[in-house]
C-alpha cells in the first residue's frame, strides 16, 4: 500500500500517533509520572562511559538545526533540480513545520527538563516534545515518502529510523530530555508530516484554462 492511498484512505493512519501524544500531554499537563521514564533513564544512565558520550554528542548534533537545514537545503537543490515542486513544498512545509510546531508546544506545555540525569551538554528552554526528535524523525519520514515507490524504499525506511532512534537516545543519553519527550516528538512528527502530505499530495491537479 503507497504512502498517497493510505492518506487518502483511512484516518487510521493518525490514529495511534495521535492516541499516544494525546495521552503524554495529558500526563505532562497533569504533572504525572510517565510509567517509563524514571525506567529508561535509569538503563541509559547506567550506560554512560566518555567515549559513547563522546559518540552521542556528534548524533545529538545531526538533529538539531544546522543540521536539519542542510539536509532541507540539500534536499530542495535536488527537488528544484528535477521540477518535482510539490515534492519541495512537501519537504519545507513538512520538516521546518514540524520545527516550528515543536517550538510552540514547548511554550504551551512549559515542562522544565529532567534533573534525574546530568546534563552532558547545555540545553535552555523547555522539554515537551523534544525538538531534536521531532525535527529528525521529520526528516526521516520526508524522506521516506518521496522514495516510497522506489527501489530504495526499504533503505530509507532503515537508515531513517536508525537515525530518528539514535538522535532521540542520544537526548535521553544526555540527559536533556525524558524519553517522553522525544516519543511526544516522534507522535508530532508523524501527524504533522502526514497533514502536510494530505494536503498536497491528495488535492486534485489544478489545470489552466484554455486560452
Same mark, same amino acid.
Given at each position: 500500500?503507497? #504512502?498517497r492511498?493510505?492518506?487518502?484512505?483511512s484516518g487510521l493512519?493518525y490514529?495511534?500517533?495521535?492516541?499516544?501524544?494525546?495521552?503524554?500531554a495529558?500526563?505532562?499537563?497533569? &504533572?504525572?509520572?510517565?510509567?517509563?521514564?524514571?525506567?529508561?533513564?535509569?538503563?541509559?544512565?547506567?550506560l554512560?562511559?566518555?567515549?559513547?558520550t563522546?559518540v552521542?554528542e /556528534?548524533?545529538?548534533s545531526l538533529?538539531?538545526?544546522?543540521a536539519?537545514?542542510?539536509?532541507?537545503?540539500g534536499?530542495?537543490a535536488?527537488?528544484?533540480?528535477k521540477r518535482? /515542486?510539490?515534492?519541495?513544498?512537501?519537504v519545507?512545509?513538512g520538516?521546518?513545520?514540524a520545527?516550528?510546531l515543536?517550538a510552540l508546544?514547548k511554550?504551551i506545555?512549559?515542562?522544565e527538563?529532567p +534533573?534525574?540525569?546530568?546534563h552532558?551538554?547545555?540545553?535552555g528552554?523547555?522539554?515537551?516534545?523534544s525538538? /531534536?526528535?521531532?525535527?529528525?524523525?521529520?526528516?526521516?519520514?520526508?524522506?521516506?515518502f518521496l522514495?516510497w515507490?522506489?527501489r530504495w524504499?526499504?533503505?530509507?525506511l532503515g537508515v531513517?529510523?536508525?537515525y530518528?532512534?539514535?538522535v532521540?537516545a542520544s537526548?535521553?543519553?544526555?540527559?536533556?530530555?525524558?524519553?517522553?519527550?522525544?516519543?511526544?516528538?516522534w507522535?508530532?512528527s508523524?501527524?504533522?508530516?502526514?497533514?502536510? +502530505?494530505?494536503?498536497?499530495?491528495?488535492? #486534485? &491537479?489544478?489545470?489552466s #484554462?484554455?486560452?
Amino acid at each position: 500500500m503507497s #504512502p498517497r492511498f493510505a492518506l487518502k484512505s483511512s484516518g487510521l493512519v493518525y490514529l495511534i500517533p495521535l492516541t499516544i501524544l494525546t495521552s503524554l500531554a495529558a500526563s505532562v499537563v497533569m &504533572h504525572r509520572t510517565i510509567f517509563f521514564d524514571v525506567p529508561m533513564m535509569q538503563f541509559i544512565g547506567g550506560l554512560r562511559a566518555p567515549s559513547l558520550t563522546k559518540v552521542l554528542e /556528534h548524533v545529538t548534533s545531526l538533529g538539531g538545526t544546522a543540521a536539519i537545514l542542510a539536509a532541507v537545503a540539500g534536499l530542495a537543490a535536488v527537488l528544484i533540480f528535477k521540477r518535482k /515542486h510539490r515534492e519541495l513544498i512537501f519537504v519545507a512545509a513538512g520538516v521546518l513545520g514540524a520545527g516550528l510546531l515543536s517550538a510552540l508546544l514547548k511554550l504551551i506545555f512549559a515542562r522544565e527538563r529532567p +534533573a534525574y540525569l546530568a546534563h552532558l551538554v547545555a540545553e535552555g528552554g523547555y522539554s515537551f516534545p523534544s525538538g /531534536h526528535g521531532t525535527a529528525s524523525s521529520a526528516l526521516a519520514i520526508a524522506c521516506l515518502f518521496l522514495l516510497w515507490n522506489t527501489r530504495w524504499r526499504w533503505i530509507a525506511l532503515g537508515v531513517g529510523s536508525a537515525y530518528a532512534l539514535a538522535v532521540g537516545a542520544s537526548r535521553v543519553y544526555l540527559g536533556v530530555h525524558y524519553p517522553s519527550d522525544v516519543v511526544a516528538g516522534w507522535c508530532v512528527s508523524c501527524l504533522w508530516v502526514g497533514i502536510v +502530505a494530505y494536503w498536497i499530495f491528495t488535492r #486534485p &491537479h489544478r489545470t489552466s #484554462p484554455s486560452p
